[in-house]
Every structure is written in C-alpha cells, then in structure tokens.
C-alpha cells in the first residue's frame, strides 16, 4: 500500500513516527458516468468563470473563503495556511485514553491504517498497540491532514492501529422531531423481537457480498454481448403492509428457526433473508421472560396429567372391590386388573379377590357333593 501521510503520535514523552494508509476500498462499489442520451457521449465538466464566462484550466484554480450568509469571498493561498499555528501539522497528539462506548458511532468519519516509519518506531509502537489491547482503552487527540484539523481516535485492531477520523461535537446534528411520542408496546411484542435477534444467527463477514453490483455487472455483460438482461424476480407486494406487528414478529421468527409454514394471519408481513449469517445456536433453555411464561402452562398440564392419573387410579380400585365382589365367575374375570399392577391397593384387593374366589369355589364344590351324596 502507499502512504499517504507521514507523521508521528505523540504519547506523553514518547514519540512514534508513522506512515498513513488508507484502510478501505471504495473503487468496488457501482459507479455510473453521464452521458448524452442523444448519442451516448460522456458529459464533461468544465470549470467557467463566473466573470468572463471562460473556462479556467486546474493550475489557475486556487482557493478562497466565504462566511455563511455572505456573498464575499476572500482570497487564501497556501502561504497563508503554512504560517498558521498547527501544531498537529505533523504530529497526532493524543489527549486522553477512553472507553470505546464513549465514542458515538456517529463521529466516526474515515479509517486509517498506522504503521510504523523506520525501525526505531517498532517497539513504541507495539507498545502502545499492546497498552490499547490489553487496557482496553481507544486514545482521543487531534491530528491535521489534507489542509484541516480533526479529531481522531486510535484502537488496537489485528496486530495493527487504526486510526478513525472524527467529527466534532457541533458537526453532529440533533434528533429532535427524528423519534416518534411515546408508543406503549406490548410485553410479548419485545419479547418476540428479543427471540427473534436471538434467531438470526452470527454474521459471517466472509459471506457478505454486494448483490447490486453483481447485478449491475450482469446487467452490463448482457448488453455487451448483445442479449437481453434476464427479468429479475416478481416481489410480492402484499408484503409492504404489516397489519398485525405480533403475527409478523412470530412468521420472522419462524423463517429464522427455519420452521415451518407461517399461519393465515402472518401472511401479510415480509421477511427478507439475510446473506451471509451462521444459522443460530440452539439454546437448551429460553431466555428469562419466554421461560417465566412457558413454566404456567407447564405447570398447569403437570396438575392435569396427575389428577388424570390419580382418577385412573380410583376407578381402577373401584372396579377391582366391585369385582371382588361379585360370583366366582366374574370374580376370575376381574384378575387381569390385578396384573396390571396400577397401585399397591390394587395388587392386595386382587389377592383377597383371589382368596375369597378359592373359598366360595370350596363351598360350591361341597355343597355340589353333598346333594350329589343324598
């Protein structure tokens, strides 16, 4: 990579000297130029002067400055922004060492790779690297490049230093009139929300990919060789309209689980799957809420399942002392209860069945002998 500023960090005492590379690409992305519909040539632009209506070539273009609301402009020329005091000029002086979460993610402008100048600048700077790593702390100063000054931030980040250009303070605008008034949002609608960000899985950087370019790209491929561009896919625009907030929270939540068919009430939400994420790791358990509620039903089928059981249990018994009660016949009839072995009383009513079925067959059998004997 080439550098394209060279300075030094300075931290207390100590002093680093620095080379700066740009840490993104953005000649990747989809970019269009203008052309003349009439005959597809390309639109040029062309610096003209307001005064004599002249086109001005680049090495005549200086610069100048006007004040908001003022139609004045004033003449500056690189002279005069050489004697100004700037003393981060060359030299990105750090202030302070903060909490990453102190930094809003709104101030952050641009990313740069820092890498030591020289063979001297390598232990200072794996020392602060390592002190930004193991601290975990983000140094906070100020630094001067491409003729302006801005805020900065320098993080540890594999086995290098990034450092981020900053907005300042006043250049981040209000949300006032951005947040809607106060809406009252059911408990099982966050609760839906919170499983579904449970259920959408890791990101996989690798994965990510920019499918308008690739479009684009097909698209131009198609016309260079003279064809027609294949028809992109009809969406469904019933789901533009979320009816029920709940019904689409539950259909989302399903397509990220990789349920099954959504319901005739969630028809009318819209899920877009997401390129590049791992699929979800199972929990054994759900969170703390889904568990509080899903522990009542639980419980209450426990209730049910073992009065169920415990009726079984007394018509069993019953059926079983009506049974003892009953002739020889029947009474033989009704051990097969007793074999089921439903509770220990059960098992002793049986016996006694057993027992008193012997006895009364004695006494039929004698009764039989004495008639047959007279």
Request: proline letters at 5%; a positive charge; hydrophobic letters at 35%.
């Amino acid at each position: 990579m080439r550098s394209i500023w060279n300075g030094s960090i300075s931290f207390g005492l100590v002093t680093i000297p620095v080379k700066t590379y740009s840490a993104t690409e953005r000649t990747s992305s989809v970019s269009f130029v203008r052309i003349h519909d009439k005959d597809g040539a390309q639109v040029q632009y062309r610096k003209i002067c307001e005064l004599d209506g002249e086109e001005v070539p680049n090495e005549e273009v200086g610069k100048g400055y006007q004040a908001p609301g003022d139609e004045t402009v004033v003449p500056i020329t690189d002279d005069d922004l050489s004697q100004l005091p700037m003393p981060t000029a060359k030299t990105l002086s750090i202030l302070s060492f903060v909490d990453p979460a102190e930094i809003d993610p709104l101030q952050m402008d641009k990313a740069y790779y820092l890498g030591p100048n020289g063979a001297s600048a390598t232990k200072p700077y794996t020392l602060l690297r390592e002190a930004l790593e193991h601290h975990q702390k983000v140094a906070v100063g100020k630094v001067a490049m491409r003729g302006r000054e801005s805020l900065a931030m320098l993080r540890a980040y594999d086995q290098a230093i990034v450092m981020h250009t900053l907005l300042w303070p006043d250049q981040i605008r209000s949300a006032d009139g951005v947040a809607p008034d106060d809406v009252d949002l059911r408990e099982n609608e966050l609760t839906l929300a919170e499983t579904l960000m449970d259920s959408l899985g890791e990101l996989d950087p690798a994965e990510l990919h920019d499918d308008y370019r690739e479009a684009v790209e097909e698209l131009v491929a198609a016309k260079v060789e003279g064809g027609e561009p294949a028809a992109p896919a009809a969406s469904d625009s019933s789901g533009a309209q979320v009816i029920d907030l709940t019904a689409a929270l539950e259909k989302s939540v399903r397509a990220a689980q990789g349920g099954g068919e959504p319901d005739a009430r969630a028809e009318s939400a819209s899920v877009t799957s997401l390129r590049g994420r791992k699929p979800a790791k199972k929990k054994a358990e759900a969170g703390p809420r889904a568990s509080g509620r899903s522990g009542t039903p639980a419980k209450k089928a426990a209730k049910k399942t073992s009065s169920g059981s415990a009726t079984a249990k007394k018509t069993t018994g019953k059926k079983t002392a009506s049974a003892a009660k009953t002739s020889g016949g029947r009474t033989k009839a009704a051990s097969p209860a007793r074999k089921t072995g439903t509770s220990s009383r059960t098992s002793g009513a049986g016996a006694s069945t057993k027992k008193a079925s012997k006895s009364t067959a004695k006494k039929a059998t004698g009764g039989k002998a004495g008639r047959k004997t007279g």
